[in-house]
Structure formats: structure tokens, C-alpha cells
């Protein structure tokens, strides 16, 4: 065996194996290292592979991304959250992977950088523009956008943005009033 560190030269430790006859089965005390610390890797590798978020592809480095952003930092993180939570018995990967979806599509809990004028520290701000959809069928709930509307008017005229303004039936929750708008008017405007 060839090993980097230099207090496994040549020697054999005792493993808790047994072969048949019931002899203690002897490894290099480099092997035995190796072991202990790839059962982290092992069990790491074990868990992100139950909800693999890799598809077949031919561009390595997407896999490479994805597995470390998706799959890596998602175990680590299930590892502190189990080590870390008060009053709450440890939760499973897929449960965790919910979890983390669910505040993620929630835009309450979206915080955004911002400055604060008072003493000039930076801190979170909750965002609460939300781009929501009218209850209801489309044909009843879809109204122009307010913003291509008047964009449109100011170019060609009321009677050219009655006509080709975008009909949505999404609006700003956050808004006062409540405005419909397009996906792309939001974007722009918050």
C-alpha cells in the first residue's frame, strides 16, 4: 500500500471483521483511515442521489452545478437544519426539499437588500409585490395591463391601446388598487 501520511508506515491494525474460523482480519492502518473518513463522503453521496436533480446531458459542467448546488449544499444544509432545530425531530430529505420549495415560492419571504437611511446599516426587507392570478375564467377575469396600456397610448393613441394592449389576468398584490399587469410589466416596474 502506498499512503501519503507517514504514521501508516507498514503497519496492520485489527478491524472489527472475522472470518469464518474466527480470526480477527488485519488491514493497513492506512486503509482503516481511509475508511473513517470516506463513510461521510459515502453517506453524503447516498443521500443527494435519492432526489437526483441531474438529467442526461451532454454538458458536463450543468451536471457538475447542479449536483453540487442541488444536491451537495442541500444535504449540507439538512445536516445543520437536523443538528440546529429546536423542538423539532429531524426531517427527512424529501420533507426538507419541501420545505426549502415552499419558502422559496413564497414572496413574503424573499428579503431584499436594501439601505437604511437612519443609521446607515445594511438589513433585510421584506418584499411584498407579488404577481398573483384573478380567480375566475379567463374570459372573465382578463383585463388590459395597465402599464402596456398606457405606454401604448402615449405612442399611438387611446384607440390603438384599447386594441393591442396585452389582456392578462395577473395582477400586483402589492400595489395599491391592485393593477393588472403582464409578466413583463411587472418585472420592469418592481
Keep these: 500500500m ?6 501508516d508506515v507498514s503497519t496492520l491494525v485489527a478491524s472489527k471483521k472475522t472470518t469464518k474460523k474466527g480470526e480477527v482480519v488485519m488491514k493497513p492502518s492506512c486503509v482503516m483511515a481511509y475508511n473513517a473518513a470516506k463513510k461521510g463522503v459515502d453517506f453524503s453521496d447516498q443521500m443527494s442521489s435519492y432526489y437526483t436533480p441531474i438529467r442526461k446531458t451532454l454538458i458536463w459542467y450543468k451536471k457538475v452545478a447542479l449536483d453540487l448546488l442541488l444536491g451537495t449544499c442541500v444535504v449540507n444544509a ?9 423542538n423539532q425531530k429531524n426531517c427527512c430529505m424529501l420533507t426538507f426539499r419541501e420545505k426549502i420549495l415552499r419558502n422559496l415560492l413564497e414572496g413574503e419571504n424573499v428579503g431584499a437588500l436594501v439601505q437604511t437611511p437612519q443609521d446607515g446599516r445594511q438589513g433585510t426587507k421584506k418584499l411584498k409585490h407579488v404577481l398573483s392570478k384573478r380567480e375566475g375564467t379567463a374570459r372573465e377575469t382578463r383585463k388590459r395591463c395597465v402599464s402596456c396600456y398606457s405606454k401604448m397610448k402615449e405612442e399611438r393613441g387611446a384607440k390603438a391601446a384599447r386594441t393591442y394592449a396585452k389582456r392578462v ?3 400586483c398584490k402589492g ?8 409578466l413583463e410589466c411587472f418585472n420592469s416596474k418592481h
Design 78 to 86: 439538512l445536516v445543520l437544519h437536523n443538528k440546529y432545530s429546536l
Design 2 to 7: 502506498i499512503t501519503t501520511r507517514p504514521e
Design 169 to 171: 389576468s395577473t395582477y
Design 175 to 182: 400595489c395599491d388598487e391592485t393593477p393588472t399587469m403582464c
